[in-house]
């Protein structure tokens, strides 16, 4: 994955309640992306972002999942949240860790207490959000209903970018309200269509509501709507895209995330519509020793938030988010709530359970920090990258136990036991333990 600056990454975070299909919509954005070749499930257990064997054994997520993708010369990381309330910590950190929201809701079941809890931490966190209306290829879908209620709980702030199409019941494409063209889902792609009779007096309100609230977010477009009473595509979406950043507006998208349908024009909106990463706004920090409040712009040293803390098998890691500067192997970090520095080891990638390996972490990365170290596994094949981990002790009692001159090896058959005897007696010595450094 190539590098970006921070005005072409979005940081988004899926949330909402439990069993309205968050991680596969997720799954269906990395399909789209071209990241994985099939869609999985997570009845099967075999989802990108639901690897933990208890998530798994479950069908839930319980831990928060990062997932960069590449779309249009744009990078999203999508972080997926779990949606039970017995993870609300995992939610609270996908929620820090992400710039603004998607909130997933159920055609069938509509807004419930998740989706509330989900815009109330939206607005106290003054993060930009969109409603996504998921699972519309069920029985029992109501898309008019479920947006009669959202609009009853959230206000008419709430208004629908896209219009679902369903003929004998079955959700086959939707209506792009904003562009005044529809698409059909036709098994293999979706296809441009003529938008149908039934639907196009209800779209032709919703474009001039639109219309009028991408207006209202910017004051040069309310003049020009007062003079002529139209605006152009480009200027609907400049001010849809003011108004959601701004949290005046509330666009709401339909898709089937299962049929991979509307998952592609959903990432469009995404990047036409949330904000960036450059636009990103730093919580509030204070100056440790004097407990005056310090404010964190784009320009000075390195400034992060460490978001989680977690132990793997191979040791223990940090998932951060940099607002500031960048982290490199020269960077000294001080922890403010230790009073300590503190320094970095291995700088990763995360892509749900992979993480690749990166030189520096900017405001454009989704990076974990490791305090890592040297896996036995991974010592025979000891490269020059790998002997700046290593003291000098450990890699000549590497080459001792790996390099030893084939004149002291016992040849001994393994089919007899005194040829067994011989080659114990006859063992070279080997190290007993492999010294691991204190540090990386």
């Known amino acids: 994955m190539k590098e970006y600056t921070a005005k072409n990454i979005r940081n988004i975070g899926v949330f909402g309640h439990g069993g309205e299909g968050k991680t596969t919509l997720t799954e269906a954005m990395l399909f789209n992306a071209g990241l994985i070749d099939r869609l999985g499930k ?38 997926d949240a779990p949606g039970f309330f017995d993870f609300y910590g995992e939610v609270a950190a996908a929620m820090a860790l992400s710039d603004s929201a998607l909130i997933v809701v159920g055609a069938v079941s509509g807004p419930v207490v998740g989706t509330e809890k989900a815009m109330a931490m939206c607005e106290q966190a003054n993060k930009a ?8 290829d069920r029985d029992n879908a ?21 219009l679902p199409i369903i003929e004998g019941g079955t959700f086959k494409g939707y209506v792009d309200i904003v562009n005044m063209t529809a698409k059909l889902f036709d098994g293999k792609g979706e296809k441009d269509i003529e938008i149908p009779a039934e639907l196009k007096d209800e779209a032709e309100a919703l474009s001039e509501k639109l219309t009028e609230a991408a207006a209202e977010a910017d004051d040069e477009l309310m003049e020009k709507y007062l003079e002529t009473f139209e605006l152009t595509r480009e200027e609907m979406l400049k001010g849809l895209s003011t108004g959601v950043q701004s949290g005046g507006i509330t666009p709401v998208a339909c898709v089937s995330a299962a049929q991979n349908i509307g998952v592609a024009t959903l990432l469009d909106n995404i990047v036409h519509y949330l904000p960036s990463a450059d636009l990103a706004q730093a ?17 000075g040293k390195f400034a992060a938030q460490v978001i989680k803390t977690t132990f793997d098998q191979f040791g223990k890691y940090s998932i951060l988010k940099v607002y500031r500067g960048t982290l490199d192997v020269g960077v000294s970090l001080y922890n403010t709530n230790a009073e300590k520095a503190e320094k970095s080891t291995r700088r990763l990638c995360c892509a749900a359970k992979r993480a690749s390996r990166s030189k520096s972490c900017t405001r454009a990365t989704s990076a974990r920090c490791r305090n890592c170290s040297i896996p036995r596994r991974a010592i025979r094949s000891a490269t020059r990258a790998t002997r700046s981990y290593l003291t000098r002790s450990t ?25 067994t005897a011989s080659r114990k007696r006859t063992r070279p ?12």
């Open 429 to 440: 010595f080997r190290s007993k333990r492999i010294p691991r450094p204190a540090t990386c």
């Open 395 to 419: 890699f000549l009692s590497l080459r001792f136990r790996w390099r030893l001159p084939p004149k002291n090896r016992a040849r001994t058959t393994r089919s007899s036991p005194a040829s």
């Open 142 to 162: 109501n898309f008019k209903k479920v947006m009669g209620e959202i609009n009853e709980k959230f206000g008419i702030s709430v208004v629908p970018i896209q």
């Open 42 to 79: 997570v009845e099967n257990g075999s989802t990108t972002t639901d690897f933990d064997p208890e998530e798994v054994a479950r069908g839930i997520s319980i831990n928060v999942a990062l997932a960069p993708l590449e779309w249009k010369d744009t990078k999203i990381n999508v972080i």
């Open 129 to 136: 959000r969109m409603i996504v209306i998921n699972q519309l």
């Open 283 to 299: 919580p509030k920090a204070k100056n440790v020793k004097t407990g005056e409040e310090v404010v964190v712009n784009q320009e």
